[in-house]
């Protein structure tokens, strides 16, 4: 949501080159119902074979593969999954399906995020479709095998708050019809993944939200052409610009020249310590308000203090939070 906050989105400038690249792509989507028209066996060969890249490489992101030809298999309904890969494998089909089919109906809430993620973990036996209990980070490993906090996400406590807020704010954004919408649907998926909202599966629903989003503003590439390959192919750039991105998000629009602007300086730090440091860098500013949450605005939530990140408590084991 704080992309949407302090009208941080509208003042953001854009290259020359940007605003090419979006004037070319809704030009592109004039013409999609030409190629409906004129080639539609063509167009349904290849909306079979990205829906098995998306499955197939949405899942690999995360760690998760499968046996050669299994993934054709599975998404084909040919076989039943063997076992926990293959499950979630089947899943993922599972929701592409519903999202390709049922887009125009579908409306953009809570309900349906923790809906998708149900289904999901559907044939594992883990239940999905619940916000995350404990605090979790987006963790990198590098080379030395060692593993590192990209970023520190939303509290749990904070989530369901913060996604509500998002989804309202990003709504209002499309009403107001002040940006383009491929803009707004990049900055929503961003602040989902920055929120974390969920113990697992947060790439996959954000890529999923991706698609879905694309299609209600008239998108409809995704049907013939895997963006979820193309973000597999790029995935080192991907992480990059995320990394980039996500940069001052936390700042809540409170620090000027950093998301929003304010009168004062003042700001939380996630991984606030008392010596003044935060994540290897001086801590400058002072806490904004020290009252409890349920009383602080939208922008003042509070975030979780220095502690253990990078693991996931299952209800069984804790695990490496490796994936997203």
């Given at each position: 949501m704080r992309s949407f906050e302090y009208d941080y989105l509208l003042e953001t400038s854009i290259s020359h080159l940007q605003g090419m690249t979006l004037r070319a792509l809704g030009e592109y989507r004039g013409?999609?119902?030409?190629?409906?028209?004129?080639s539609p066996e063509v167009l349904e060969?290849?909306?079979?074979?990205?829906?098995?890249?998306?499955?197939?490489?949405?899942?690999?992101?995360?760690?998760?593969?499968?046996?050669?030809?299994?993934?054709?298999?599975?998404?084909?309904?040919?076989?039943?999954?063997?076992?926990?890969?293959e499950q979630e494998v089947a899943g993922y089909r599972d929701v592409l399906a519903d999202i390709h089919t049922n887009y125009r109906?579908?409306?953009l809430s809570t309900d349906l995020i923790r809906r998708w993620h149900r289904a999901l973990y559907h044939f594992t036996g883990t239940a999905g479709?619940?916000?995350?209990?404990?605090?979790?980070?987006?963790?990198?490993?590098?080379?030395?095998?060692?593993?590192?906090?990209?970023?520190?996400t939303v509290s749990a406590l904070a989530t369901p708050e913060f996604i509500?807020?998002?989804?309202?704010?990003?709504?209002?954004?499309?009403?107001?019809?002040?940006?383009d919408p491929l803009l707004l649907i990049a900055s929503f998926v961003l602040d989902f993944e920055c929120i974390h909202?969920?113990?697992?599966?947060?790439?996959?629903?954000?890529?999923?939200?991706?698609?879905?989003?694309l299609y209600q503003s008239g998108y409809d590439v995704g049907r013939y052409i895997s963006l979820e390959r193309i973000v597999e192919q790029s995935k080192e750039t991907y992480y990059e610009a995320l990394?980039?991105?996500?940069?001052?998000w936390h700042a809540c629009g409170r620090v000027q020249g950093v998301r929003g602007k304010s009168r004062d300086h003042h700001f939380f730090t996630w991984g606030q310590t008392k010596d003044?440091?935060?994540?290897?860098?001086?801590?400058?500013?002072?806490v904004q308000n020290r009252r409890p949450a349920a009383s602080l605005p939208w922008s003042e939530l509070p975030y979780p203090s220095e502690g253990t990140f990078g693991y996931a408590q299952d209800g069984q084991s804790r695990m490496p939070w490796a994936r997203t």
């Open positions: 013409r999609q119902a030409l190629y409906v028209e004129q060969t290849l909306r079979k074979v990205a829906m098995v890249q998306s499955t197939e490489s949405s899942n690999r992101i995360e760690g998760i593969t499968v046996g050669p030809g299994r993934v054709d298999r599975i998404v084909l309904k040919k076989d039943e999954p063997r076992d926990r890969s109906r579908m409306i479709g619940s916000w995350k209990e404990k605090d979790n980070a987006i963790i990198e490993v590098g080379a030395d095998g060692k593993q590192y906090i990209r970023f520190r509500e807020r998002l989804i309202d704010l990003f709504k209002l954004a499309l009403d107001q019809g002040k940006a909202p969920f113990w697992d599966g947060n790439g996959r629903i954000g890529r999923l939200l991706t698609l879905f989003l990394q980039k991105s996500s940069t001052g003044g440091s935060a994540g290897g860098r001086q801590f400058t500013g002072k």
